[in-house]
């Protein structure tokens, strides 16, 4: 969305549009030669897409793709929230990209065990932002399209989420967000680097900002030598060796750093410091990006650049 060539940034997404589901869902993977049926992943579609509109305005891309953004909502009121709170489930840990996380082990014990069966329900911090954020963008697509009523139907779709969000899953003695259990809509308590989700977003004011301040710049949380740990260090299931209960994992979140968690908590502070001017915020983005850069080069040698799917801390 950010290169000088707009048909990368549209073509990804009308690929997902192309091979929408029927129940309006987007497809977890496509391949050259067919799609994975049983596979699906949450993304913030709604703000890159705004993003991407941004970096080149284009009226005829908007109107094509609103319909099937409008079925994917409808995909997630109709699915993903039974109890109609304005939250929004995680039903399987890998649909995340996030998987083996004590975040889905506090609704259900037997988490890391599924694959791919959609077994378990969590009201996702990082899934309810995603959602906000897709209902506010599709009220702005309203906006520029000339659908009035329908822009202000998601305007309060997006706002009935806020207040959910800040209901149910901002803790004001912890100062932190955390996932909700859906069956009894208390908080899980679990630290992950996805509890700073929100702050990607104008759900958040300037009364919170000492939270994340206080969590993610935290050594014994998630700052580090190589920031950011995708799990808190005092968690019950911490790694920085890619280990999950005292096994190696291809793909662990319970400590080690992602790029791309990185990227998003590189955006979340640099909206942040946009919004609200911190110079803390500032000075920590830039160590961030600092540190983040020269994690991906071996040694600190320019000769050789790495990029692996998670580094240790």
Request: with cysteine.
């Amino acid at each position: 969305r950010w290169m000088n060539d707009k048909r990368i940034a549209q073509g990804s997404f009308l690929n997902f549009m192309e091979n929408q589901k029927e129940d309006g869902c987007f497809p977890g993977h496509i391949y050259l030669n067919g799609v994975q049926e049983n596979g699906f992943y949450h993304a913030d579609w709604g703000r890159v897409i705004k993003e991407t509109n941004e970096c080149y305005p284009d009226m005829d891309f908007l109107k094509k793709i609103y319909p099937g953004l409008k079925d994917y909502l409808n995909y997630f009121i109709k699915n993903r929230d039974p109890e109609s709170s304005g939250l929004y489930d995680v039903v399987d840990q890998f649909e995340t990209g996030q998987e083996f996380m004590s975040r889905y082990l506090a609704v259900d014990e037997m988490a890391d065990r599924y694959r791919w069966i959609n077994n378990l329900r969590l009201k996702g911090v990082d899934s309810s932002v995603y959602v906000y954020n897709l209902k506010k963008c599709l009220s702005w697509i309203a906006s520029e399209i000339g659908e009035a009523d329908e822009m202000e139907y998601f305007e309060k779709e997006a706002e009935k989420t806020k207040e959910a969000i800040l209901k149910y899953m901002w803790n004001e003695k912890e100062e932190m967000f955390f996932d909700v259990n859906p069956y009894s809509f208390e908080q899980t308590k679990i630290k992950t680097s996805i509890c700073f989700y929100p702050y990607m977003t104008d759900i958040v004011d300037e009364k919170h900002l000492s939270g994340l301040k206080k969590h993610l710049f935290n050594p014994e949380e998630f700052w580090s030598e190589y920031p950011v740990r995708t799990t808190s260090k005092d968690d019950e299931y911490y790694s920085s060796f890619a280990e999950w209960k005292g096994k190696r994992h291809l793909c662990p979140w319970n400590g080690r750093v992602w790029p791309m968690t990185n990227s998003h908590i590189a955006d979340l502070l640099g909206i942040c410091y946009e919004r609200f001017g911190d110079e803390e915020i500032r000075k920590k983005l830039n160590e961030l990006i600092e540190k983040f850069i020269k994690m991906m080069f071996h040694n600190g040698d320019l000769k050789y650049p790495n990029c692996y799917e998670h580094y240790n801390p």
